[in-house]
């Protein structure tokens, strides 16, 4: 018995040896085998839509004015607060008349009912802090003193970041084919929003 507990005695104190003797790491192994790939998650929500783009690199785009009636001397076609007068600088403006059905090119002639016409230009700048557009009667074919009153059936505002010109040559009094060139994206105008009178 002395012998077997002699035994278990010293197998248990090598056994203390051989676990407490920790050597050196030796060198990592080679790379395994790349794993299966694993399954798609799922598809994110969708973000919110951004705000439409003003002035250069916004793309053109024209404002719908529908129909103006009762104009005499002119009219403010527009005023728009949220562009900058920076952004402003960089836009080619273009406005168009209808009449009897056609669009007319401004500045020029736009042709009434009764053999009437009238001759408008406009301008556009900033004021105030507020970027404008302005029609203004410059003629008008009745021989009278009182200016008479027109009923423009629409008025389309284009505007065209400078950057987004063609190289080539394109006719800016033709209503079809600076539609067709520039392909603008329609904007009916928020009259509350943007409208503003400068009087």
Known sequence: ???????LLILAVVGMVFTSCEGPDGP????GVQGTKGDKGDKGDKGDAGEDGVGSGGGAFV?????ITDVKDGINLFSFEDITEEESQSLAILVYVKSMGVWWP????????GNAASTYTFVHGFEDSVFFVDLILTNYTESQEEVPART???V??????????????????NYQQVMDTFNPKPKQVNWSRVLKSRK
Not at 63 to 67: I, Q, R, S, T, V
């Open 106 to 113: 401004m500045p020029g002639v736009v042709p009434f009912a």
């Open 156 to 173: 389309r505002v284009v505007m065209i970041p400078v950057s987004d010109l063609m190289a080539g040559r394109v006719d800016l009094s």
């Open 28 to 31: 990592a192994g080679p790379a």
């Open 152 to 154: 423009l059936e629409d």
């Open 1 to 7: 018995m002395r012998k077997f507990l002699h035994s």
């Open 63 to 67: 404002l719908n004015l529908g129909e």
